[in-house]
């Protein structure tokens, strides 16, 4: 925090050196350039624009984008309007103005006409504010996502394009200082890097984490779309372990939230238990399990066996006797794939109890969990104090450490944190347990451990358009998933027809209005 406020100081004293003169001969006090805040609101009225400005150049990402606007605003506010005044205040990330306020004398243009002068100039505004609006709410109320991956497979699916809101749960402010608009980690075509840390550019600083306030709290089995805690991708193409990313620039997932803050869980034989009951999920999700299946013949038709048993994903022969693996099996699908002429017999794919998983969180030795057998392990709610031990500290250590930022350490058999004895520690934030619907292939917090709240970006709401890549044609579309709602008891209704309906409505007004007008 005192580093981004010294940055920010630092900015403010380099703004007044550069541009008191300016706001002298505007008709202001030199001294005014100076204060910080206050300054804002005077260069606004300087560059003759309103007030509310301010809360784009505060807004992470959006001052991105009108910052550089004000570059230009302020040098036209002195009679520079060429292509070349524009062009130098840009790339001279606005230290241009140290030439207007030292080696020229400039003429303050009073009540300047801020309308486009040119079409070309019309042109450029408009796309300015346009990508200012799409990237308010792309930042703050909702933001397009793509499935792609089979984990929570029924209830979404590979080629599901989705709307997530952020206004749920509160939109997150970006945390990321300097980021490209409406991309994620990677900007598309030159793949690089889409935002900038202290690599790159030492002053830079991480923004402290901010939550607006949200509509809701995270319900247990909603599904939730956040950034993957262990992300370790350079960017969509590279992966290095020991590269940093801030939290808003790691991978999105979407995964189910099968246990909340203050849930106790356990998995047994596949199935999750909260606080010791069996949780029950919602009808729209369908669980799926991996089955060894073994043929009476040597063969399955692998095109008649995805079609016809709803097999969603891979499967094939594990050994010389053609016993398969099927994966992605939900219970309608197996009672089905049972009756199968060629089946002689089938059975779940599960891991016995005990059998250790070096890949299963805690990836503790002392910890013979698996997949199909976990915990149980009490997910941690804010406020919240529990005892630290030699034996839960594999569990809990990654909370302490990485996510609330404490030093922990096991010193002969004490638990030494922030360097001082203390076997009790209270939560900053909640956490969650994400696991997908597809139990025999999905990576989720049974591989990772636990999601904080920081990391949580939205709550997916909305289908807009979902493709099937293996389909052909206008079979690639999935016409009855388009504009259906994600979450909800009963099967999902499609409202594309709605959609359609809306749109010619919409141009039926629009022309009589044209009519009238004209």
Not at 226 to 243: A, G
Not at 437 to 459: A, E, I, L, Y
């Amino acid at each position: 925090m005192n580093d981004l406020l010294n940055l920010l100081l630092i900015i403010n004293f380099v703004h007044g050196i550069g541009t008191w003169k300016l706001y002298s001969l505007s008709g202001n006090k030199s001294w005014q350039s100076f204060i910080p805040v206050y300054n804002i609101f005077i260069l606004l009225k300087i560059i003759n624009r309103p007030w509310w400005w301010i809360f784009m150049i505060i807004l992470p990402v959006i001052n991105v984008i009108i910052i550089p606007v004000i570059w230009v605003e302020l040098s036209r506010s002195f009679k520079k309007n060429t292509y070349t005044d524009t062009f130098f205040s840009v790339i001279t990330l606005g230290t241009y103005n140290y030439y207007l306020n030292y080696f020229t004398k400039p003429e303050y243009v009073k009540s300047r006409d801020i309308n486009p002068k040119s079409s070309n100039g019309e042109w450029v505004s408009s796309i300015i504010f346009a990508v200012i609006a799409a990237t308010f709410v792309h930042t703050y109320f909702m933001q397009p996502y793509t499935i792609p991956t089979s984990s929570l497979e029924k209830s979404l699916l590979v080629g599901d394009f989705l709307f997530v809101s952020k206004f749920h749960y509160g939109a997150r402010v970006p945390m990321t200082t300097i980021a490209a608009p409406m991309v994620h980690d990677t900007i598309p075509i030159i793949k690089r890097k889409s935002y900038l840390n202290k690599e790159q550019l030492p002053i830079i600083t991480e923004l402290p984490y901010l939550r607006l306030p949200g509509l809701q709290k995270i319900k247990r089995n909603e599904i939730v779309c956040f950034n993957w805690p262990v992300d370790t991708f350079k960017n969509m193409y590279f992966t290095d372990k020991y590269y940093y990313k801030p939290i808003d620039k790691k991978t999105n997932y979407v995964k189910r939230a099968v246990g909340i803050a203050g849930d106790t869980l356990e998995v047994i034989n596949g199935y999750v238990y909260i606080n010791g009951e069996k949780n029950q999920l919602p009808e729209r999700a369908k669980l799926q399990f991996s089955y060894l299946v073994q043929p009476k013949k040597n063969k399955f038709n692998r095109k008649v066996m995805i079609n016809n048993y709803d097999i969603t994903d891979r499967f094939g022969p594990i050994n010389n006797n053609y016993t398969y693996k099927f994966m992605g099996i939900s219970d309608k699908s197996l009672d089905k794939l049972k009756n199968h002429t060629n089946v002689q017999w089938i059975k779940k794919d599960t891991t016995p109890k005990g059998i250790k998983d070096s890949s299963v969180f805690p990836h503790n030795k002392n910890y013979n969990w698996n997949n199909d057998f976990f915990g149980p392990v009490y997910i941690p709610k804010k406020d919240t104090t529990i005892e630290i031990t030699k034996e839960n500290y594999p569990i809990y250590r990654r909370i302490i450490e990485v996510y609330e930022q404490n030093s922990v350490k096991i010193v002969e058999n004490k638990i030494i944190i922030n360097d001082s004895e203390d076997n009790k520690y209270t939560f900053k934030q909640d956490y969650f347990w994400l696991m997908g619907d597809n139990r025999g292939n999905s990576q989720d917090s049974r591989s990772w451990g636990f999601v904080p709240f920081d990391h949580v970006v939205g709550k997916p709401v909305f289908k807009w358009l979902s493709i099937d890549y293996n389909a052909k044609g206008f079979n690639k579309i999935r016409w009855d998933r388009m504009f259906t709602t994600v979450h909800g008891e009963e099967a999902p209704t499609s409202y594309f027809l709605h959609f359609i309906g809306l749109i010619l409505l919409w141009n039926v007004i629009s022309y009589f209005r044209r009519n009238k007008q004209k």
